[in-house]
């Protein structure tokens, strides 16, 4: 399996997936870290959230205009000033409530770095598809990579950054994520060697190649659907664990999770498909929505954590087939726009897959509330058997059957 994964590393793609992967711990920290520390200063869980919320719509509704224009401009162009500004915005959020500004300020500075925080997943695999353009049967060693990437980050960053707010100071888990998000990014965009080259429109007569909607729709509906599941299922794991009587298991049972994602990722990496990304796709969500339907009915939390890694097994592989199958159907002028509505699909179930959960555990409990889980899994397989590709991909997927 190692083997695999060393035939796509060189000093060039290592140091640029690995300052990809620093860069993009933000995205697991500012949420949480936000709330801990605003709750901190103001006592109100309401308010915390609320801010928590209005950075994460910002970033939604930000992230296709900001892959569009990194399409057209270039990934250092833009990275380096959007994370500035991202880098100020957070800042001065956090001054905000350390210094009790006016509540607006805090929303209007956590909307300002919501919207400039970068995508950097999507350019790090963007990176991929440009570096192994001769290579392409190790395009998806790298994007599994890639999505083991994705798991640490979202493994190791609510545990730093609730460490160092409850350990440290308040503020630390945000100045951390800080710190890492824009040194990374900066050296990220700093390598311009491994860069996509830009697409600037020639002229306004030039017509841009479409998006194949078809296919990006679906794709899009299933990245929300992984997004219900990961909100929904961190809300539902605590109140399970403190109705168990060990609120603290959570923590594990969320990392038994994220364990079994990343070393099914691992494992999908080494593997030599001989089918395309559309049979894996539909696949993976088929085994994610069978994982999910056992939860509201398991009856302790050491079968808890059995089923969860089970159901951790299918997540990597699914997203991995999901991003694959977009990089391969997107045209290369557009390609980070179009994974970009991957990524906010994944970010706009986020908050709703939590706060349906939320509803439904203070009417009924923690158990049926894991139905919001097995209504992402449906959710997921609709969004795959919907999936259409174009001409050319459908007859490579016949030719790998």
Request: one cysteine or more.
């Amino acid at each position: 399996m190692l083997q695999t994964y060393r035939q796509i590393f060189t000093p060039p793609t290592a140091l640029f997936s690995l300052s990809g992967l620093v860069a993009r711990l933000p995205i697991s920290m500012v949420g949480l870290g936000i709330v801990l520390l605003a709750e901190h200063e103001t006592g109100s869980y309401g308010f915390a959230g609320s801010v928590s919320a209005v950075a994460l719509i910002a970033n939604a509704l930000f992230a296709i205009p900001q892959g569009r224009l990194i399409d057209r401009l270039g990934q250092g162009r833009v990275l380096s000033v959007v994370i500035t500004v991202w880098g100020i915005g957070l800042a001065l959020a956090m001054g905000s409530l350390e210094w009790d500004w006016p509540h607006w300020s805090t929303y209007l500075l956590a909307a300002v770095a919501g919207a400039a925080l970068p995508s950097v997943g999507t350019c790090v695999r963007a990176r991929w598809s440009h570096t192994l353009a001769d290579q392409p049967e190790r395009l998806h060693t790298a994007f599994s990579f890639e999505a083991v990437a994705d798991e640490t980050v979202f493994l190791v960053g609510p545990i730093a950054v609730t460490m160092l707010a409850t350990g440290v100071h308040p503020a630390a888990g945000l100045i951390a994520a800080l710190v890492t998000g824009v040194i990374g990014t900066y050296v990220f965009a700093a390598q311009r060697a491994t860069e996509p080259p830009a697409h600037p429109p020639v002229s306004a007569e030039v017509v841009r190649p479409p998006i194949p909607w078809g296919a990006i729709v679906p794709l899009t509906a299933v990245g929300t659907a992984l997004g219900i599941l990961f909100g929904a299922a961190e809300v539902v794991t605590v109140a399970f664990s403190e109705e168990e009587g060990t609120k603290a298991a959570a923590g594990f049972l969320l990392a038994i999770w994220a364990f079994g994602s990343l070393v099914a990722g691992l494992v999908s990496g080494a593997i030599s498909w001989r089918r395309g990304p559309l049979f894996r796709l539909r696949l993976g969500a088929l085994g994610m929505l069978v994982a999910m339907v056992p939860l509201p009915f398991v009856p302790s939390l050491p079968v808890m954590g059995a089923v969860l890694l089970v159901g951790g097994l299918a997540i990597s592989p699914t997203l991995i087939a999901a991003l694959s199958l977009a990089e391969r159907v997107l045209p290369t002028e557009r390609l980070t726009e179009g994974m970009a509505f991957i990524q906010t699909g994944i970010a706009a179930g986020l908050a709703p897959g939590a706060a349906i959960a939320g509803v439904v555990i203070d009417a009924h409990g923690a158990s049926p509330a894991y139905l919001v889980c097995v209504a992402g899994g449906a959710l997921g397989l609709a969004g795959a058997l919907a999936t259409r590709v174009p001409a050319t991909v459908a007859d490579h997927e016949q030719q790998l059957a």
